[in-house]
């Protein structure tokens, strides 16, 4: 079996325009998803957005928001310790800082191995009855690297642990199975690999662990007020949703999902680690330029940097020759690149979609610039 990328780029309408290689960012969706979204959204003017809603209703049940709102509902106090891992993500940072310094746990860092993947065996030993919570990057913003999450989950079931996986960068591009990895809760957003529309994303917690999560934030649709004053929580995952929302992007979210499955999601893998792995050899061969991802596991993401040269203005000029990539700040990812003395890359991130061609028009635009 194998892709049919013809058929695949002509169902992706963004492919006439241009080299899209900012797929982390976010991919060009497929035909069936833009059409979705822009039919619900012509349906809303026509009868009214609960009423366009009620219609779709077995095709919304399940998509909805992320990892702030099950991360801000685990109870810590203090002496509590929190572990993340050196791929963590600015915003999940932010967050776990602003909820270790408000609650007095300590957030600790478990360091990478030698091949720069998250050191499962220093994660064990440092795993005792004061840790709360693991959270980890799946596949990072700012590299290809694919961090070893099953491994990590067979360590937090044995020792009962709850794990959180941000699943953003790895959902689309690799598959994906909560049972498989071990994790309580993933979260992951809709326009990246998935190629779903913006604004949308998805949460899933282990159904055991959902009794214990406060959401921090409530409204009528994630409980019901009761006729002595008090409220009830849902007692399913939908306690983690809010009643406004944006239901052509779930609807579209929805039939992008079901694209990606019938697209074939081991075929899906195994095309972007070859065109990663192709486009990482013919950059590194140009002079000047240095390929930054590390790890075990490598995806669809590239990045490097180049001398003499900023991210800024490689981005720039590829831009100049219709090639979309995307640059990475240090300040999204300062626990990997600020030992590392890495202030920006230059991020192409492939996608089935991309073609040899393609690859070959990025490399040419850098080695025109050496
Ligand atoms: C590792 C990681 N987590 C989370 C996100 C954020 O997803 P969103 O922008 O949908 O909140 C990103 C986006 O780049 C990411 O790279």
């Known amino acids: 079996m194998t892709l049919d990328i013809a058929r695949l780029r002509a169902e992706t309408p963004g492919c006439t325009n241009v080299a899209h290689l900012n797929n982390a960012g976010s991919s060009l969706p497929p035909s069936p998803v833009v059409d979705a979204v822009v ?18 209703h077995g095709q919304i049940e399940n998509a ?49 191995d030698e091949d720069g993947q998250f050191d499962v065996d ?27 999450a099953a491994a990590v989950g067979r360590v937090t079931r044995a020792a009962r642990v709850p794990f959180l996986l941000d699943a953003c960068q790895s959902v689309g591009q690799l598959p994906i199975d909560v049972a498989t990895i071990g994790c309580d809760v993933l979260s992951a957003t ?67 999902a ?4 019938a697209v074939g999601i081991e075929l899906v893998w195994g095309r972007v680690q070859a065109l990663a792995a192709k486009l990482r050899a013919e950059l590194a061969e140009i ?22 040269h900023t991210a800024d203005d490689v981005q720039t000029a590829l831009a100049r020759h ?3 990539v995307s640059v990475t700040a240090a300040s999204a990812a300062r626990l990997d690149l600020d030992p590392r003395g890495i202030d920006q890359l230059v ?8 073609t040899d061609e393609e690859l070959d028009r990025l490399v040419s635009g850098v080695a025109a610039l050496a």
């Open 190 to 256: 809709g326009r990246k690999f998935l190629r779903g529309p913006r604004g949308t994303g998805f949460l899933y917690v282990r159904g055991d662990l959902l009794e214990c999560l406060e959401p921090p934030l409530l409204d009528m649709h994630a409980a019901e007020w009761q006729p002595d004053g008090s409220y009830v929580i849902r007692p399913d995952a939908r306690r983690f949703e809010n009643w406004e929302t944006y239901v052509a992007g779930k609807v579209g979210l929805g039939v992008a």
């Open 322 to 324: 219709g090639i979309n």
């Open 347 to 354: 991020r192409a991130s492939v996608h089935y979609y991309n």
């Open 122 to 148: 220093a994660l064990e030993n440092l795993l005792d009855e004061r840790v709360r919570l693991v959270s980890l990057v799946h596949v990072p913003t700012q590299s290809g690297l694919v961090n070893p």
């Open 258 to 261: 079901d694209y990606a499955q």
């Open 39 to 56: 039919e619900h959204l012509r349906r809303e003017a026509e009868i009214g957005g609960y009423e366009a809603a009620a219609e779709r």
């Open 287 to 308: 002079e000047g330029v240095t390929v930054a991802d590390r790890g075990d596991v490598l995806g669809a993401i590239v990045t490097f940097s180049m001398r003499g």
């Open 64 to 112: 909805t928001r992320a990892w702030d709102m099950a991360f801000y509902g685990f109870p810590f106090a203090p002496g509590d310790r929190i572990l993340t891992g050196r791929a963590e993500y600015a915003s999940n940072w932010i967050a776990l800082r602003q909820v270790a310094n408000r609650t007095g746990a300590s957030l600790e860092v478990v360091p990478d």
